[in-house]
């Protein structure tokens, strides 16, 4: 049993041996604050939930290494909670980046979304043939990154940095169309 007058250096102390009862004082102490940062921070309440769930897992996994520069261990959470909000975000980004428009996706056939797609398939002609692969697979067909680099014969990061340059062309192109 601890003792609620705990310094929160003592209960990290205690938290670095693996002590369960100090991760649940670590908690009560402050789950609230940390809940009501994330949901500052978070897009959705499932991105609020896993930052707040993220935060106590870190407070846990390092607590062995954790040096309060005061007494309180709710700046180092809120910071934490801070880096799992942000990279939160750049996964929705991410993922944003990969879903089509709803007008496009909602297209009844693949004619009719063939159809009006024809300008990005004059952009990817226009990339050189490796480039253009890629793209063909991994944006048209919805082959992984990874499935795509083996087939390729290239590494998964070449993958990556081809499509996200296709990408980068692509937006200049639907931009410049826009004028």
Same mark, same amino acid.
């Given at each position: 049993?601890? !003792?609620?007058?705990?310094?929160?250096r003592?209960?990290? +102390?205690r938290? $670095?041996?693996?002590?369960?009862?100090a991760?649940?004082?670590?908690?009560?102490?402050? /789950?609230?604050?940390?809940?009501?940062? &994330? =949901?500052?921070? +978070?897009?959705? @309440?499932s991105?609020?939930?896993?930052?707040v769930?993220d935060?106590?897992?870190?407070? *846990?996994?390092?607590?062995?290494?954790?040096?309060? @520069?005061?007494?309180?261990?709710? @700046? =180092?959470l809120?910071?934490?909670a801070?880096?799992?909000?942000?990279? &939160?975000?750049?996964?929705?980004?991410?993922n944003? +980046?990969?879903?089509?428009?709803?007008?496009?996706?909602?297209v !009844?056939?693949?004619?009719? /979304?063939?159809?009006?797609l024809? *300008?990005?398939?004059?952009?990817?002609?226009?990339?050189? @043939?490796?480039?253009?692969?890629?793209?063909e697979?991994?944006?048209?067909?919805? =082959?992984?990154?990874? !499935?795509a /680099?083996?087939?390729?014969?290239?590494?998964?990061? /070449?993958?990556?940095q081809?499509v996200?340059?296709?990408? $980068?062309?692509?937006r200049?192109?639907?931009?410049?169309?826009?004028?």
């Amino acid at each position: 049993m601890l !003792d609620r007058d705990m310094t929160d250096r003592d209960v990290l +102390a205690r938290l $670095a041996r693996r002590d369960e009862a100090a991760m649940g004082m670590v908690f009560d102490r402050y /789950a609230a604050s940390v809940t009501r940062y &994330a =949901w500052a921070l +978070a897009a959705t @309440p499932s991105d609020a939930e896993e930052i707040v769930q993220d935060t106590f897992v870190t407070v *846990w996994q390092k607590a062995a290494v954790i040096v309060l @520069p005061e007494a309180s261990l709710l @700046p =180092w959470l809120l910071v934490t909670a801070r880096n799992h909000a942000l990279n &939160a975000r750049r996964r929705h980004f991410r993922n944003s +980046a990969d879903e089509l428009p709803a007008e496009l996706a909602a297209v !009844d056939s693949h004619d009719e /979304a063939r159809d009006r797609l024809a *300008w990005v398939r004059n952009e990817i002609e226009r990339l050189q @043939p490796l480039d253009r692969r890629v793209c063909e697979l991994c944006l048209i067909e919805g =082959w992984s990154y990874a !499935d795509a /680099a083996e087939h390729l014969g290239v590494s998964v990061g /070449a993958v990556r940095q081809r499509v996200a340059r296709a990408r $980068a062309r692509l937006r200049k192109a639907v931009t410049e169309n826009e004028k």
